[in-house]
């Protein structure tokens, strides 16, 4: 019995990194759908963070109450920034991209984020280059494989690959007349732009890591962080909304496949997903999160033949095969970093504690702090799933 449940302490992170793909495989297969059926990606937006920010904010005033700190007009900027990034730039390029190529392509391109999170925390000066090390050269070459794997994406199409299950012909969920739109051909013009909005979504969302960087030492409360971000970005994509969409009509939503994506996206990708990834990266790391993100692509894949007929294209499996070889070196070199500063703050807190007196408390408190702050950092970046939830992780790639 002990053995027992031994084991199976030790199977819950890997049970809930799964469970998590598999719910965020189901947004991204649903979200398609909703877009087929014709609903507005920036009405989905709007109402996607309005039910995301209804099922964080219960959590974020009970558990966060006596921890929140104060509000200022420099973190309230930052949040407005951040919301932007997120909720609006990201969201909506996303859903385009979607719309036009389809949840596979979308899903395994969304993989180039640690590396592209990478390129920027070194133009910010965030990361630290050295040449000489074995892990500065994985994350290097992890780089620029992603870049040639989400190019090899963008530029070649391909011929059409015959899955098994999917050579009958497959009438999708709706059948008939939704069949078609489902798993048709994609034209050379969809697949550069779906592959492009895509690419401008990711950015979006890199920058948004380096933001949250630095907004998260100020406002730690990472709920609330969360709730305001959802929150401010619900009221942003109204305004984008009612200027992109002169319809009324388009905000009708009935108990639909239009409310169930909203709602699902909302509450399990952006609530359900947010707290039980964070305590998967609290109890195993960020990297080990990050490293199941390839397995939604393959979920996807499959569930997107059958439910939706999609077509998959030989350059969107080479370029998904690349971007993936590239994503887990770019984790490998960050997983070799983390690893190596553990060993320096362990080895320095000894020698600080030796110090005369005030002195050496001060330094140790000093390192024990910098490595806090490193963990919250890593902890900010590995929760994608807090106001975006694509399920695309980014954890250790600053």
Same mark, same amino acid.
């Given at each position: ?5 031994? #084991? ?16 965020? =495989? ?78 596979? #392509? =979308? ?292």
């Amino acid at each position: 019995m002990a053995r027992c449940g031994g #084991f199976v302490e030790k199977a819950k992170p890997y049970i809930a990194m799964i469970s998590l793909q598999f719910g965020y =495989a189901g947004m991204n297969v649903l979200t398609k759908v909703s877009l087929n059926l014709g609903m507005s990606h920036y009405v989905l937006v709007v109402y996607r963070h309005a039910f995301a920010t209804l099922s964080i904010a219960p959590l974020a005033l009970v558990l966060e109450r006596k921890v929140r700190p104060k509000m200022t007009w420099s973190i309230f900027f930052q949040i407005f920034v951040l919301a932007l990034l997120g909720p609006v730039i990201d969201q909506n390029f996303y859903y385009v991209g979607l719309k036009f190529t389809g949840p596979t #392509f =979308a899903c395994a391109m969304s993989n180039i984020l640690p590396a592209m999170t990478f390129v920027m925390a070194v133009i910010f000066r965030m990361e630290k280059l050295d040449m000489k090390k074995v892990r500065c050269q994985a994350k290097i070459a992890g780089t620029l494989v992603t870049v040639a794997g989400a190019m090899l994406m963008t530029l070649y199409k391909g011929p059409l690959m015959e899955l098994m299950w999917s050579r009958h012909g497959s009438a999708g969920v709706h059948g008939g007349a939704e069949a078609p739109a489902a798993g048709a051909d994609l034209s050379g013009r969809d697949w550069f732009l779906g592959s492009l909005f895509v690419i401008i979504a990711t950015l979006a969302w890199a920058s948004l890591f380096i933001l949250q960087t630095h907004t998260i030492k100020q406002y730690s409360a990472q709920l609330s962080l969360t709730t305001l971000i959802c929150f401010v970005g619900t009221l942003q994509a109204v305004v984008v909304t009612f200027v992109m969409e002169r319809r009324t009509s388009v905000w009708t939503i009935g108990f639909d496949m239009n409310l169930l994506a909203a709602a699902y996206a909302g509450i399990v990708t952006s609530s359900i997903a947010y707290y039980v990834q964070g305590l998967v990266i609290q109890r195993t790391g960020p990297v080990f999160a990050s490293a199941f993100s390839p397995l939604m692509m393959i979920i996807v894949a499959v569930m997107g033949s059958f439910i939706l007929a999609e077509k998959i294209y030989l350059g969107g499996v080479l370029g998904a095969v690349l971007i993936v070889f590239g994503l887990y070196s770019v984790l490998w070199g960050k997983h070799k970093e983390t690893q190596e500063k553990e060993a320096d703050a362990m080895m320095a807190l000894p020698m600080a504690s030796k110090g005369d007196g005030a002195t050496g408390g001060v330094a140790a408190a000093e390192i024990a702090g910098g490595v806090r702050d490193d963990v919250e950092c890593n902890t900010a970046n590995g929760v994608r799933s807090s106001s975006n939830g694509r399920g695309t992780t980014a954890a250790g790639a600053v």
